[in-house]
């Protein structure tokens, strides 16, 4: 059971990690992925407005029966058949990388908020399009009438200073695209993330402690 006030404990040591970083303006993100309902509705007692989840199967079961007071980012890997039953549930799609997904969410959830995630790591166990494909998708996601609102990353394994350059990289891709957000950075390299940028942090571990192994 993950208690609110614990949340609200460490969401403290988080904030303060992010005000010596000097991050202004940075949302987080509360990804309770392989947890149950119960962090999420700690997540928003404590305060916090969005919230992350990466499996569609639990997703659907998790959210499927309420709509939580927080806007849902869905940022993992995402299948073209899981986009119809997530339609409605999901706020933000943070997890575009390919034309199939553009067209089926387009179709799904018209007018959709989405992010382009974009391979900033080249390490191939992560999602992500090319970098020189992102002006294509734009393009295709606005031509179907979706809102591509930014571009999301993953930094590497590693040190966190590895994730550097890539962090770099991917913001310099919103800067020239002149899209309004930059999803990257997590529990462990969030430091780096904000000094190279970002506008949103994705963070399950500093907030509601080791994840549960999934069945």
Same mark, same amino acid.
């Given at each position: &059971?993950?208690?609110?006030?614990?949340?609200?404990?460490?969401?403290?040591?988080?904030?303060?990690?992010?005000?010596?970083?000097?991050?202004? *303006?940075?949302?987080?993100?509360?990804?309770?992925?392989?947890?149950?309902?119960?962090?999420?509705?700690?997540?928003?007692?404590?305060?916090?407005?969005?919230?992350?989840?990466?499996?569609?199967?639990?997703?659907?079961?998790?959210?499927?029966? !309420?709509?939580?007071?927080?806007?849902?980012?869905?940022?993992?890997?995402?299948? !073209?058949?899981?986009?119809?039953?997530?339609?409605?549930?999901?706020?933000?799609?943070?997890?575009?990388? !390919?034309?199939?997904?553009?067209?089926?969410?387009?179709?799904?959830? +018209?007018? $959709? $908020?989405? &992010?382009?995630?974009?391979?900033?790591? *080249?390490?191939?166990?992560?999602? /992500?399009?090319?970098?020189?494909? =992102? $002006?294509?998708?734009?393009?295709?996601?606005?031509?179907? /009438?979706?809102?591509?609102?930014?571009? &999301? *990353?993953?930094? +590497?394994?590693?040190? +966190?200073?590895?994730?550097?350059?890539?962090?770099?990289?991917?913001?310099?891709?919103?800067?020239?695209?002149?899209?309004?957000?930059?999803?990257?950075?997590?529990?462990?390299?969030?430091?780096?993330?904000?000094?190279?940028?970002?506008?949103?942090?994705? =963070?399950?571990?500093?907030?509601? *402690? +080791?994840?549960?192994?999934?069945?």
């Amino acid at each position: &059971m993950i208690e609110p006030a614990a949340v609200a404990a460490r969401l403290e040591v988080l904030q303060e990690r992010l005000r010596v970083s000097g991050a202004q *303006g940075v949302r987080i993100i509360a990804v309770t992925k392989a947890f149950g309902l119960d962090a999420v509705d700690a997540a928003i007692e404590a305060g916090l407005a969005d919230i992350g989840e990466s499996y569609a199967q639990e997703t659907i079961a998790k959210l499927g029966d !309420r709509s939580p007071a927080a806007t849902v980012h869905f940022i993992g890997g995402l299948q !073209r058949n899981k986009v119809r039953k997530l339609s409605g549930l999901i706020d933000v799609w943070q997890s575009v990388d !390919r034309i199939e997904l553009i067209d089926e969410i387009s179709s799904r959830d +018209p007018g $959709a $908020a989405i &992010m382009l995630q974009v391979d900033i790591s *080249g390490e191939a166990s992560k999602r /992500g399009c090319a970098p020189d494909d =992102v $002006a294509g998708l734009l393009e295709r996601a606005v031509g179907h /009438g979706l809102d591509p609102i930014g571009l &999301m *990353g993953i930094g +590497p394994i590693g040190k +966190p200073e590895d994730a550097r350059l890539g962090f770099r990289r991917l913001r310099a891709l919103v800067d020239r695209f002149e899209l309004r957000e930059c999803s990257m950075g997590m529990t462990g390299d969030l430091e780096v993330a904000v000094e190279e940028g970002t506008t949103m942090i994705r =963070v399950g571990t500093a907030l509601f *402690g +080791p994840r549960p192994v999934r069945d």
